[in-house]
Structure formats: C-alpha cells, structure tokens
Antibody
C-alpha cells in the first residue's frame, strides 16, 4: 500500500524557517517524481514544487521561488521542503504527492498533509 | 500560466441524481486534465486522469470527457459519499494549475 506521511509543520513567525518531511513507503520511491502542493485555509489547491526521480530536475511556483528548496533522499525514501523567509500567505496545509504523467504531472497519491501557520 | 475555470461554484443535487461539473482551460491542454475529489479535512483523491481514464478503484459512476479547453466530470447517480469539493487540474504545461473547485452539496 502506497503511503506518504508528512511531518514538520507548525507555528512560525514571519521571516522564519521550517523544514517539512515526507516519508514514503509501499512503492519504489526512486522511480517516481514527487511534488509539494499546498492549500490555504478555506481555499483551493496550489502547486508548490516538483522534483524528478533522481533530483536532477526541479521546478518551483513563482510564489515560492528563491525562498523554498525541495530535495529528496532516495536512500531514506524521503522528500523534503526547506521553507525560508516565510510569509503570512504561506500559511497552508502542505501535501506531498506522487507524480505521474509525461508532460507536467498529475498526482495519484497524496499524504494527509501538515499544517504550516505563519503568524506573529 | 494556464488558468482553469470551474463551473458552477456550487452544485445542489439530490441523492440518485446526475451531476455535471465543468472545467475550462484558458488555452488548449490537449487531454492532460485530471479531476480530484476532496472531503473536509482530507487530502484530495485522484478520480480521473488524461481527461477520461478512471484512477484505480474509482467507481464507474464517475466519468470524464473533453479535450482542448472544455472538460466535464459526470457523476451518474450521486451517492451520499460523493458530496464533496471537486477540482480539475491541467498538466499540459508548467506550472500545473488547478481550478478553484466545485462544491457538490445535498439538495
């Protein structure tokens, strides 16, 4: 059974940093591309970042470019999101999601999400 | 960036009735369109990809159609567990983008 379990969310002050983790199991992690997708309270879904299976190709949404860094450890079957210079508008539930597709990608499995709250 | 527009924002349907949800792209996305279902406090669940292919384990009452810029998700006979928010997503181009969602509520 495919499982994605996020952790690392919490309350952080504006300008602060947080590192999210996503532990993957039930599939061969190093064969799959991965994404982070977020959802602000009461709002829709917003793609945040993508990483290829090897980690050699990375994309970011303009809203987080230069502040967030995606990475992965294929030995530990884990995905990460380092978030710096956090703003109030980064407050959201952050989901890791497994990517499929040959152009951009859709998401066939999602974690349960971890809540990040940016507030003073 | 491709803008995805869903309509209506809210759809009120009685159990057993048919629901038709629409999604429009600001430019052609070919058939690179997915649909997700999300219930309160839960992660999204993939229903349809490549515009019309049901994901693993998705009941046959869910069907998707369309290509280019106009897409439809049809739920043939609404069950109680189908009342939720539905999102479309294009993955033809980066950045991948989502619609704003359609809430299907009990009439």
């Amino acid at each position: 059974e495919v499982q994605l379990v996020e952790s690392g969310g919490g309350l952080v002050q504006p300008g602060g940093s947080l590192r999210l983790s996503c532990a993957a199991s039930g599939f061969t992690f190093n064969n799959y591309e991965m994404n982070w997708v977020r959802q602000a309270p009461g709002k829709g879904l917003e793609w945040v970042s993508y990483i290829s299976s090897s980690g050699s190709t990375i994309y970011y949404a303009d809203s987080v470019k230069g502040r967030f860094t995606i990475s992965r450890d294929n030995v530990k079957n884990s995905l990460y999101l380092q978030m710096n210079s956090l703003r109030a508008e980064d407050t959201a539930v952050y989901y890791c999601a497994r990517a499929r597709g040959s152009t951009s990608c859709y998401h066939d499995y999602w974690g349960q999400g971890t809540l990040v709250t940016v507030s003073s | 960036e491709i803008v995805m527009t869903q309509s209506p924002a809210t759809l009120s349907v009685s159990p057993g009735e048919r629901a038709t949800l629409s999604c429009r792209a600001s430019q052609s996305v070919s058939s690179h369109l997915a649909w997700y279902q999300q219930k309160p406090g839960r992660a999204p669940r993939l229903l349809i990809y490549d515009a019309s292919i049901r994901a693993t384990g998705i009941p046959a009452r869910f069907s998707g159609s369309g290509s280019g810029t106009e897409f439809t998700l049809t739920i043939s006979s609404l069950q109680s567990e189908d009342f939720a928010v539905y999102y479309c997503q294009q993955y033809d181009n980066w950045p991948q983008t989502f619609g704003q969602g359609t809430k299907v509520e009990i009439k």
